[in-house]
Structures are given as structure tokens and as C-alpha cells.
């Protein structure tokens, strides 16, 4: 049977094991994993916690089987916990067990503001500014083109993009490619609209290097493994739709391989995948050292005309089936390897420190 690792699900994907239904987290794939590396997957959500033991589901005789057991040691969390009630079951659920990935979605200007302070990462971050009207007007004095995104959501909802045209009015980019050209007064007015008194950011467009005339970024898998450390376990890319602003593949982004569309900007493929690597572990050891329990992260990076790396964002639960549709089935793999990798290695610490 082997070590037991706790895997934390949302509610809906743990209601959805028993009848095969598990959405984008492939449970298929971490009992592989666990049979290679004799450890037992439980799932469970924060539902089923109790005080000392859970209830949750086996994988065994090729069938989920629904037991109660000892909360595990050690947990990998894949749930988004953004009510009261499940931080208060995850607080208690710490109290006995190790959960890394334990807060996993975070404020995108806090994170920008915690790199911002280590002076060698700063060459990776496009200028961000916390949004006001007023910071809003003197950015388009200063730049020719801004995204301005909700600091709080993901797959790329509510971002828009604002760039200057020759004219002097500006074109608005929002939901579903629509496109509008307005004056200045009338743009802050309309984005402001939209912003009302939810936050949101203000960051510098980075001139995103094109495949077939279109922009595109890079999904880099960060994750600590076997040694604790961070390694970066694959990189794919991700290529807008036409007429979109933004690359999500929740948003019709296409994925490309990097080998197709390096060699596409005659970028070097080794030196691009080292820098890339570099400045991926750096980013993950800064951020680990501010931010605790981190350990499986997807960062969203652009590179810009020049080859040039900056972070776009940082994604706290990474749903890897970028790597899937790429059909890069081994990387798809590793990505589910590495953080059971990293709960045998926590649970190995564990042991020896008592022994």
C-alpha cells in the first residue's frame, strides 16, 4: 500500500469520482504515479474532514472505493478554497496534516509587489500599477498600450487592453474580441465602468513575440520534486485566437509546441529554454521564501520581439491540460508525478527527523 498522500479536490470533482466525472484533474494519472512510487492517493475534500479522520475515496482492484481514514500527514491541495468555510476546514485540516499548494489563488498585484522587491528579478516584470482613474490617466500619458486586469481572476476573464492609435484615440479590446475606438476621456470612463469597486491592475503591454501574425506566451510548469528543490517540469505555448487580446486556452488560445514556434522568431532553442528555466526557479525561490507551502505552480511568461523573459503571471493551481493538448503525454505525466514525488520526499523528512 505504501505512504498515504492526501489529494484535497473541489467539491464537485470529489462528487464526481464515483461516476467517472473528474473535469481537468486526472485522477488516472496520480494512481499511476502512486503505483510507481508505492504511495496511496486519498482523495477527499474539505467537506468530508473531520477532526482526526476524513472520509474519502481509494484506488484499489481497479475500482474508488469510499473509506474513512487518519487524515494524512501530508496533503496536495487542488481545491480552490475562497469561501469562509472551507479556509476555516483548511486551517483545521492544517492542524494535521502538511498541505502544500495549501492558499492557491493570490492577489496578482501583491505577488507583482513581493517580486518587485528582489532588485535581480525586477528586468522580468512588466511595470504594473494597482488601479485608480487617476493612475489609469497618467499610464496612457506614458504608455501606448496597458492591459488592465482584475487582480483576483483567472483564465484571463475581465482583462481588457487599451492601445493608442495614430489618430490619438485609443482602442478598447474586451469581452469576446469586441473592439471599440474612443476618445481618452471616453475610455477611462468606460473602464471605469466596468472596474467599478472591484480591484484591478494596470500593466505595461509587453510586444509578445507572433506566430502567423499572432501573440502568444508560454504555461512553464514550476513544481519542487523529488529534493524539495523547484525544477520546471514542461513549457508549452500558448497562441491567441484571432481577434483576441488575450492567449487562455479557456478563451480559444491555441497550444503550440516550443520547438515550432522558437524556431518560427529564429530564437536559439537551448539558449531560449535555459533562460526560460532560469528565470523561472528564480522567480519560484524568491517567491517560496515570502509565500510558505508553495510547491506546484503554472507561471503565465512572454517574450518579447527581442527574446526577452517577463512574468505575466503566476497561477497557484495549475491545470496542466495545456500539456494535453499538445499532446506532450510524458511532460502531462511529470506534472502529476513530480508533486507526489514531493509528498514522498516531505513524508521521508518526516520520518528521519523523528528517527
Same mark, same amino acid.
Given at each position: 500500500?505504501?505512504?498515504?498522500?492526501?489529494?484535497?479536490?473541489?467539491? =464537485?470533482?470529489?462528487?464526481?469520482?464515483?461516476?467517472?466525472?473528474?473535469?481537468?484533474?486526472?485522477?488516472?494519472?496520480?494512481?499511476?504515479?502512486?503505483?510507481?512510487?508505492?504511495?496511496?492517493?486519498?482523495?477527499?475534500?474539505?467537506?468530508?474532514?473531520?477532526?482526526?479522520?476524513?472520509?474519502?475515496?481509494?484506488?484499489?482492484?481497479?475500482?474508488?472505493?469510499?473509506?474513512?481514514?487518519?487524515?494524512?500527514?501530508?496533503?496536495?491541495?487542488?481545491?480552490?478554497?475562497?469561501?469562509?468555510?472551507?479556509?476555516?476546514?483548511?486551517?483545521?485540516?492544517?492542524?494535521?496534516?502538511?498541505?502544500?499548494?495549501?492558499?492557491?489563488?493570490?492577489?496578482?498585484?501583491?505577488?507583482?509587489?513581493?517580486?518587485?522587491?528582489?532588485?535581480?528579478?525586477?528586468?522580468?516584470?512588466?511595470?504594473? !500599477?494597482?488601479?485608480?482613474? =487617476?493612475?489609469?490617466?497618467?499610464?496612457?500619458?506614458?504608455?501606448?498600450?496597458?492591459?488592465?486586469?482584475?487582480?483576483?481572476?483567472?483564465?484571463?476573464?475581465?482583462?481588457?487592453?487599451?492601445?493608442?492609435?495614430?489618430?490619438?484615440?485609443?482602442?478598447?479590446?474586451?469581452?469576446?474580441?469586441?473592439?471599440?475606438?474612443?476618445?481618452?476621456?471616453?475610455?477611462?470612463?468606460?473602464?471605469?465602468?466596468?472596474?467599478?469597486?472591484?480591484?484591478?491592475?494596470?500593466?505595461?503591454?509587453?510586444?509578445?513575440?507572433?506566430?502567423?501574425?499572432?501573440?502568444?506566451?508560454?504555461?512553464?510548469?514550476?513544481?519542487?520534486?523529488?529534493?524539495?528543490?523547484?525544477?520546471?517540469?514542461?513549457?508549452?505555448?500558448?497562441?491567441? /485566437?484571432?481577434?483576441?487580446?488575450?492567449?487562455?486556452?479557456? =478563451?480559444?488560445?491555441?497550444?503550440?509546441?516550443?520547438?515550432?514556434?522558437?524556431?518560427?522568431?529564429?530564437?536559439?532553442?537551448?539558449?531560449?529554454?535555459?533562460?526560460?528555466?532560469?528565470?523561472?526557479?528564480?522567480?519560484?525561490?524568491?517567491?517560496?521564501?515570502? !509565500?510558505?507551502?508553495?510547491?506546484?505552480?503554472?507561471?503565465?511568461?512572454?517574450?518579447?520581439?527581442?527574446?526577452?523573459?517577463?512574468?505575466?503571471?503566476?497561477?497557484?493551481?495549475?491545470?496542466?491540460?495545456?500539456?494535453?493538448?499538445?499532446?506532450?503525454?510524458?511532460?502531462?505525466?511529470?506534472?502529476?508525478?513530480?508533486?507526489?514525488?514531493?509528498?514522498?520526499?516531505?513524508?521521508?523528512?518526516?520520518?528521519? /527527523?523523528? /528517527?
Amino acid at each position: 500500500m505504501g505512504h498515504t498522500v492526501g489529494v484535497l479536490l473541489d467539491r =464537485k470533482i470529489f462528487m464526481g469520482i464515483s461516476k467517472g466525472k473528474t473535469g481537468n484533474e486526472k485522477l488516472s494519472l496520480y494512481n499511476q504515479v502512486a503505483k510507481q512510487h508505492n504511495l496511496t492517493p486519498f482523495y477527499t475534500s474539505l467537506h468530508q474532514i473531520g477532526i482526526t479522520t476524513a472520509q474519502g475515496y481509494i484506488y484499489t482492484k481497479n475500482k474508488y472505493k469510499f473509506v474513512r481514514r487518519p487524515i494524512p500527514k501530508v496533503t496536495h491541495n487542488r481545491a480552490m478554497t475562497l469561501s469562509p468555510f472551507l479556509k476555516r476546514k483548511l486551517k483545521q485540516l492544517s492542524k494535521n496534516s502538511f498541505i502544500f499548494n495549501r492558499q492557491n489563488r493570490y492577489d496578482k498585484y501583491y505577488i507583482y509587489k513581493l517580486l518587485h522587491q528582489n532588485i535581480h528579478l525586477r528586468d522580468y516584470l512588466p511595470v504594473s !500599477l494597482k488601479y485608480s482613474e =487617476k493612475v489609469l490617466k497618467s499610464a496612457m500619458a506614458a504608455y501606448q498600450s496597458l492591459f488592465i486586469k482584475p487582480t483576483n481572476d483567472s483564465i484571463g476573464n475581465g482583462i481588457m487592453k487599451l492601445t493608442k492609435q495614430l489618430s490619438g484615440k485609443w482602442l478598447l479590446f474586451w469581452k469576446k474580441g469586441k473592439q471599440t475606438l474612443l476618445s481618452a476621456k471616453r475610455a477611462v470612463s468606460v473602464i471605469q465602468k466596468v472596474v467599478g469597486k472591484r480591484t484591478y491592475m494596470i500593466q505595461e503591454t509587453i510586444a509578445l513575440a507572433t506566430y502567423k501574425g499572432r501573440p502568444y506566451d508560454l504555461r512553464v510548469s514550476v513544481q519542487r520534486g523529488t529534493s524539495g528543490r523547484w525544477q520546471v517540469t514542461g513549457v508549452v505555448g500558448k497562441v491567441a /485566437s484571432a481577434g483576441r487580446h488575450v492567449t487562455n486556452v479557456a =478563451k480559444g488560445g491555441k497550444v503550440r509546441r516550443t520547438e515550432v514556434l522558437f524556431k518560427n522568431n529564429r530564437f536559439n532553442f537551448e539558449t531560449m529554454m535555459n533562460d526560460i528555466r532560469r528565470a523561472s526557479i528564480s522567480i519560484m525561490n524568491d517567491l517560496s521564501g515570502k !509565500l510558505p507551502h508553495l510547491a506546484d505552480v503554472g507561471l503565465d511568461i512572454g517574450i518579447d520581439h527581442r527574446g526577452h523573459i517577463k512574468l505575466i503571471e503566476v497561477n497557484g493551481r495549475d491545470q496542466r491540460y495545456s500539456f494535453k493538448k499538445a499532446k506532450m503525454s510524458a511532460t502531462f505525466y511529470r506534472t502529476y508525478e513530480t508533486p507526489l514525488q514531493y509528498a514522498k520526499y516531505l513524508l521521508q523528512q518526516a520520518q528521519s /527527523s523523528k /528517527s
